[in-house]
């Protein structure tokens, strides 16, 4: 299994001079299995990079993507209306989230519409097809994928994805809370490989008028990390005020409290590997 970044900025893309480091687009990844399995994590403006990444028998042929969507802010989807398999008639798309189908198909339906977008979301050619993700692993492939709620406005979902007993842990747009570690986070994440979580904010910002804005801080990765167990700790939503010189400095205090820990940036690869 392996996970491949395409977008990791949050609220809104960044122009190239501010975000030629760590990049500009908002939030997408790519995730393939041992079979090669393609499973696409949110839709932000990185998801036409991630689909011109493709094989070409992939991006032309195949046309069969999982889809897995946190949740419907416009970061998260932004990139939807330009994803070229939308519009070909052999593609089946399966969309997936947190919400039951019916609610799913409605919002993605209400986010393409006119005067927005000339081409009506039920008019895309492709086949599709909506799947609830919940608790209990459903197989995508080889992966077993389950969600959790998260502390979020109008609700988010992580997901963990496993694989031969390797797994990655997606929590993006999150809040912790002020009596500490999220303990359904933590549960939810317990053991993970790699844990990938919202660094939107130093604790600073955070204190200086951040609070219930849905996001947290690197110090709050770090404690949820710890008390998951997780090996790995992948800061990801960067903060689109941040400059690379910012992030670089928020990089180097989450290292120092979690070894290894890291901000995600687009061409960014994971590779997980059984452990001997």
């Not at 005067?115 to 919940?134: C, N, V």
């Not at 849905?214 to 992948?234: F, Q």
């Amino acid at each position: 299994m392996r996970i491949e970044f395409f977008g990791v900025r949050g609220t809104r893309p960044v122009a190239r001079r501010r975000g030629s480091v760590y990049g500009g687009h908002t939030p997408c990844a790519l995730v393939r299995d041992g079979a090669g399995e393609i499973l696409i994590l949110d839709a932000g403006t990185g998801l036409h990079r991630l689909e011109e990444s493709l094989p070409v028998r992939a991006n032309k042929e195949g046309n069969r993507p999982h889809l897995l969507l946190t949740h419907f802010h416009f970061d998260h989807l932004s990139g939807l209306p330009f994803l070229e398999t939308l519009f070909r008639r052999s593609a089946l798309i399966r969309f997936y989230s947190l919400f039951p189908p019916a609610v799913l198909r409605r919002r993605l339906s209400g986010f393409m519409t006119g005067p927005y977008f000339p081409i009506e979301f039920s008019e895309t050619p492709s086949r599709k097809e909506f799947l609830r993700i919940g608790p209990r692993p459903r197989r995508i492939g080889r992966l077993a994928v389950s969600s959790c709620p998260l502390n979020h406005p109008q609700g988010c979902a992580a997901y963990r994805l496993e694989e031969n007993g390797l797994s990655i842990v997606f929590a993006t747009d999150t809040e912790h809370y002020a009596r500490g570690v999220d303990a359904r986070l933590a549960a939810f994440a317990l053991g993970t490989d790699v844990l990938i979580y919202d660094g939107m904010f130093t604790p600073a910002e955070y204190e200086a008028g951040k609070k219930g804005w849905g996001h947290s801080t690197w110090a709050a990765g770090v404690e949820l990390a710890r008390a998951a167990g997780a090996r790995r700790l992948v800061l990801s939503h960067l903060n689109p005020e941040h400059s690379d010189a910012d992030v670089e400095r928020l990089e180097s205090a989450a290292r120092r409290a979690f070894p290894g820990a890291v901000c995600a940036r687009e061409g960014m690869i994971i590779r997980l590997e059984k452990r001997p």
